[in-house]
């Protein structure tokens, strides 16, 4: 997961909020957008959180990735479909506020800030665990994971156009190290070189108790990390849809979804899996790493491993600079405190990144109290809060094309295909996914501190319209 917000100076959307983007450096081309929606479907919840799906499902893993992305290129869909009919900065709680009311938008854009706060935790401390690799447990976990998160406050006090560069480098690194692993696997498989030329073969993903080899239960199971991993890909469409161009460059980024996953994700796992037995693998490592010493690659393990450890703090530091744009968005809507609203000189929001990132040093604490868990107990609740702007994407889409048939609004010329049905397939996927999580133990922690977050959120919007109940933002619009 990897994300990143552009500077415009565009209007006032019709939705309301203040004007987007006002202050900030309008710095970050194409070649830099292009790249980072690209890496932003490479991130931790492929090179971790893999390692325990396919312990739970072996083979089916595959099914899992290839139908959960079918998913999301329907969220991406839907969200393409409201861009084109209104591009805007801070679209989720935007559209969530145009066709739902006022609650749901501040509901939205605080849940995704929290999600992004979440998130930064999951992947500083994915980052402590791969640094175990050259420390073999010598120095502790919560230590990794408080220096990376430091490193990354400060980095986020630089330039956005270093920013841009910074992201698209690691992106890059990204992207080829996924498609090196997949010519080195489809090396072994025809050439036959490495240690693991004996037992490489495509039959490895029906040969060790078929391809559902803990029944299709446990598949369902590890949808939680599934989707964890797909978490942070609708910024591909924000991002776009903030561009010159959209017209465009939306489309283009939204249709390249499939092939993303079909690349990344199945792809690689096709290739893993047939080269090492699905057994081998287990909870808590990488299975990029364990492949290439399965191989007997030893110099390309620590690559791999500094790949992912690089995949990891580049999608944190992603994170850590969103959530300053979201606090400064929400603050110029009249929906957070003004203090979020001030920049510094270099069109920084110093004061909400500061916030946030003071947050997500918890993930700290979660991991000094419980290193073993805490990659598995952050996870489920950064995809929780992730998966509620799906949801918001999808209710929207489906109320606005509601009104759009009606003749009450333009229609898109970007239109879902097989939407409103598509959508609502989306909705009743991730209803299945939310109840998978219910049932498993280590993820019913998210369900716990939902409704938690709810209240707060709930009494925090009543006291901030008691305040100033006439303002834009308690205001729905017409």
Known sequence: MTSVQVEHDDTKPAGGGAEAGEGYHRTLGARQIQMIAIGGAIGTGLFLGAGKAISKAGPSLILAYAIAGLVIFFIMRALGELLMYRPVSGSFSDY???????????????????????????????????MAFWTDGSFPQWGFALIFTLILYGANLISV??????????SMVKVTAIVGMILICAGILTIGFSDAADTASVSNLWNDRGFFPNGIGETLMTLQIVMFAFLAVELVGVTAGESKDPEKTLPKAINTVPWRIAVFYVGALIMILS????????????????????????????????????????????????????????????????????????????IGTTFSAALMLVGVWINYVAPGKAFEYVVSFATISGMWAWIMILVCQIRYR??????ELPASPFRAPGAPYTSWFALAFIAMVIVMMGIDKDARVSLYCAP????????????????????????KAS
């Open 96 to 130: 969530a506020r145009e066709f739902l009311g006022p609650f749901w938008g501040y509901v939205t854009g605080w849940t995704y800030w929290l999600f992004w706060v979440v998130t930064g935790i999951v992947e500083v401390t994915a980052a402590a665990k791969y």
């Open 161 to 170: 156009k270093l920013f841009g560069e910074l992201e698209f480098w690691f």
């Open 275 to 350: 080269v090492i037995p699905w057994h081998e693998f287990k909870a808590g490592e990488s299975p990029f790493v364990l492949a290439f010493e399965k191989m007997g690659l030893g110099i390309g393990a620590a690559v791999v491993n500094f790949v992912v450890l690089t995949a990891a703090l580049s999608s944190c530091n992603s994170g850590m600079y969103s959530t300053g744009r979201m606090l400064r968005d929400l603050a110029q809507n009249g929906q957070g405190p003004k203090v979020f609203t001030k920049l510094t000189k270099s069109g920084t929001p110093l």
């Open 402 to 407: 509601a009104k759009s048939d009606r003749g």
């Open 452 to 475: 938690l977050w709810g209240l707060i959120l709930g009494v925090s919007y009543l006291v901030m319209k008691s305040r100033n109940p006439n303002a834009d933002a308690f205001v």
